[in-house]
């Protein structure tokens, strides 16, 4: 046995010891969980129920909610790497949503934009007045799902083609994402993890048969963390590309790291094209999370290092015993303080 195998049944053996009583004190049915180190999967795990009486496996697909933005924008980055469209070109010559169509303020919308959340949207467009901006692009950094559903639906209408068949042939078949979709398929039968409320009463899986670019997608732990290892190694990316990916393009370190937290901060932390980015000064990390009623899931990538997380879960409280777990597969300690001063 190798001292990298020996490392894994170690780290499995804690996590066997640990996870079932972490998720009975959150009340968060299950996890799955995949590790990454030194650039490859060497984990993965299942842990708790995925629906009443059926036990959780690496087969088990969740809802990943926000973790969907990251796969949105490595599809965007792709293209802009094929030169099928450009970071920095206006979105309104190609695609223009009506609700804002008479607002001048949409010319300025741009992919980059779009991509490091500094498009001026809300999260979510108002169902009665629709979508408006909340300020002038490019002015400052405010979370909204709705720039990632535009910056999709531009890709759709730059490219021609249906934004799920982009996914598929850029990023889902050359990273063998076999069990990965924007949309509900007939193989989601029965491998659905349930979300769960604050106190573990059942909620009613949210399945869509059109893509959002910002939430929804189903996958894997295992499926997520291939996805990792191709952003780990720039895979389908020009060296350009791939370094915009990881530069700030918003700097947050004034909302990040206020008062007491700022002991613990990285030299710098803002969104890059997909990501947050914690530049501290000897690794980069790469973060991203996701919330939805009755679940939470977390995804981390140390470009440095090649190390790696994914944490899925199907429980309104799965952040809380996702930090123990990061501790538990020897994340990085700067990053687990700087984490544990966040909360």
Known sequence: MTPAQGAELDTRAVLD?????????????SVSIAQIRGGRIVLTAAYGTQSAGVP???????????????????????????????????????????????????KLLTPRLALSHQTGFPNWRDTKTGLAFLHDPGTQWGYSGEGYEYVARFAQKKTGLAFARLAQTLLFDPEGLANTSYVAQPWFDGRIAVPTDANGAALKPELVHDFSGADLVYTTAGDYARFLVGVLKDEGLSPAIAAERVRIQADMKAQTCGGAKAA????????????????????????????????FTFAYLNKTTGDGAVILTNGDKGGNVALPILERLGTSAQFVRFLKAQM
């Open 264 to 295: 613990t901060c990285p030299p710098a932390t803002g969104f890059g094209l997909g990501w947050q980015v914690f530049a501290f000064s000897d690794e980069t990390i790469l973060m991203h999370t996701g919330k939805d009623a009755g679940l």
């Open 17 to 29: 010891r640990d996870v079932p009583k972490l998720l009975a004190d959150a009340k968060v049915p």
């Open 56 to 106: 959780a496996t690496d087969a088990t697909l969740y809802n990943i909610a926000s973790l969907t933005k990251p796969l949105t924008a490595e599809i965007v980055l792709r293209l802009a790497s094929k030169g099928a469209l450009r970071l920095d070109e206006p979105m309104y010559r190609t695609w223009l949503d009506p609700d804002i169509a008479k607002d001048p303020r949409a």
